[in-house]
């Protein structure tokens, strides 16, 4: 074969030298790749990631907050995350203490998880305020503009919880 | 007439809000480098920037239509294009920039047509940053699903307008590249003019896109890949 440059002719040696970088290429993708499978197999997901079960309700009605997240966790996710939670734990001390509202965050990646993503029509990570009766889903909002108001955090807390305080005063 | 204004401003917004997040900055500033670094002509350098935004438009209209019209269904979209995208791109751009860089050659592209494929990649211009906004735009980030399917979506379809917000939005997503591409080939083409080394700065500004390609492949494939939280 001759070289397209050169014109030189060019030996089996000199392809595979110039082979060599892709094959470099492409051994460590697959070697990223199989580094990526041997971590899910060894289970490093945490006991917050591990699958929610749905246990009997104390209260017959109770307003349930959900963070959905992914095993990708982006800073903003993060953020909303942190701010989500400080708006309940701050405003809603009380209802968390007695059970009228509840706090879980669910990967929605890990085995027995991905219903959520069909129940509540999940497309990216996202806070979703469900209003469970007697141990079942009866009504829930995806709290949307989480997502625009993430540069704001005083207005962020406001609507997370303005949002849980109709919820809670809806149904209690 | 009021509310046509606001809805397309809020578009707008909405998009630039995306650009600014955290979550998009590797593939920012990889574009950013891409249509920036024919510095010595910085109309070529806005023209770049102007196809850049038009060719995230363009997707973020084709997948808007392909939800609004029930073809797929908004989850899967969204899911798959923020898994399956990344996950794709970040070797991509590794790959993409050794060749910039002159690192990897890729035999198979030798000889055919004119030059390599580095310089064929390199010298890409308008149509190449077109490709650039297609494909950035396609891999999703939490932040772009949140505000596009969560914010724009539904402001589009409430308005009536359901694909030219989507433009609008894209347009805005690529609106601060151009703008950093734009200050950059200005200021660097000034100095490289005073210096009468505008040469040399277009080489350089070539290496340096070549490198910005290879360490933000590096970190997609590292945080969507391998799984790290960077």
């Excluded at chain 1, 800073?75 to 059970?99: M, N, P, V």
Aim: charged fraction near 15%; hydrophobic fraction near 50%.
């Amino acid at each position: 074969m001759r070289d397209a440059g050169t014109g030189r002719r060019r030996g089996p040696g000199r392809r595979f030298a110039a082979l060599l970088p892709t094959l470099l290429v492409i051994a460590v993708g697959l070697g990223l790749l199989h580094a990526r499978s041997l971590a899910q197999a060894t289970g490093k997901e945490t006991v917050a990631d591990a699958p929610t079960i749905m246990t009997p309700s104390v209260r017959p009605h109770r307003v349930i907050a959900y963070y959905f997240h992914t095993t990708y966790r982006c800073a903003s996710c993060r953020a909303i995350e942190a701010y989500s939670r400080e708006a309940i734990e701050t405003a809603f001390a009380d209802q968390l203490k007695d059970g009228r509202l509840v706090w879980r965050t669910v990967n929605t990646e890990v085995k027995g998880n991905e219903h959520f993503v069909k129940d509540y029509n999940l497309y990216t990570k996202s806070l979703v305020l469900v209003n469970e009766v007697r141990g079942k889903p009866a009504q829930w909002k995806n709290l949307e503009r989480v997502w625009q108001l993430l540069q704001d955090k005083t207005k962020f807390l406001r609507y997370v919880q303005d949002e849980t305080r109709a919820y809670l005063s809806a149904r209690s | 007439m009021t509310e046509p204004l606001l809805a397309a401003g809020s578009a707008l917004w909405l998009g630039i809000l995306t650009s600014i997040s955290p979550c998009p900055l590797a593939s920012n500033v990889a574009a950013v480098s891409y249509v920036g670094r024919r510095v010595g002509a910085p109309h070529r350098v806005v023209l770049a920037g102007v196809a850049y935004s038009l060719g995230r438009a363009l997707t973020y209209v084709l997948v808007a239509a392909a939800v609004v019209t029930s073809l797929l269904s908004m989850p899967t979209v969204s899911f798959f294009l923020q898994q399956r995208m990344n996950q794709v791109l970040g070797p991509l751009l590794v790959v993409a920039g050794l060749v910039m860089l002159g690192w990897l050659r890729l035999p198979w592209f030798q000889g055919r047509g004119t030059g390599g494929l580095e310089q064929r990649l390199a010298g890409a211009g308008i149509p190449g940053a077109a490709g650039l906004g297609v494909v950035f735009a396609l891999s999703f980030c939490p932040v772009s699903a949140g505000l596009f399917f969560g914010g724009l979506l539904p402001l589009a379809t409430g308005s009536g307008s359901r694909f030219v917000l989507p433009a609008i939005y894209g347009v805005g997503t690529g609106l601060p590249v151009l703008l950093l591409a734009a200050l950059l080939a200005l200021g660097v083409g000034g100095i490289g003019r005073t210096f009468n080394a505008l040469a040399r700065f277009e080489r350089v500004a070539m290496r340096v896109t070549g490198g910005v390609f290879v360490l933000a492949g590096i970190y997609l494939v590292l945080t969507h890949i391998v799984g790290l939280s960077i």
